[in-house]
């Protein structure tokens, strides 16, 4: 028997909130934080800062804990992962500060 619609919606909804809650948490375990400025490393090793907001991505493309986006240090397009700041050195820590990417999620 098929399942009603108020049935299907809230079963859309609780799964939409299991993937929000485990982004969430996977960002807290590699950073320390739930979301806003965040240091990452690109594939090729660069370091910069972006805006990382759990369940929105307006310049970038999701993919769980990662993100494919542009490199401002190398000019290029990478995946990226988020990095706790307390395990940058401080050349990392300066190259995160001075490199940003667009002010958009």
């Known amino acids: 028997m098929p399942k009603s619609k108020d049935q299907r919606r ?3 909804m609780s799964i939409a909130l299991a ?3 485990v982004e969430v948490g996977s960002l807290w375990l590699q950073t320390g934080r739930l979301g806003g400025r965040v240091p990452v490393r690109c594939l090729e090793g660069h370091v910069f800062t972006t805006i990382w907001i759990p369940a929105a991505s307006v310049k970038a493309l999701r993919l769980g804990p990662w993100r494919v986006q542009r490199c401002p ?9 988020p990095l706790r700041e307390s395990s940058l050195t401080d050349e990392e820590l300066h190259s995160a500060a001075t490199h940003r990417d667009l002010p958009l999620p």
């Open 10 to 12: 809230r079963l859309g």
């Open 19 to 21: 993937a929000v809650t």
């Open 73 to 81: 240090v190398g000019h290029h397009w990478s995946l990226v992962r």
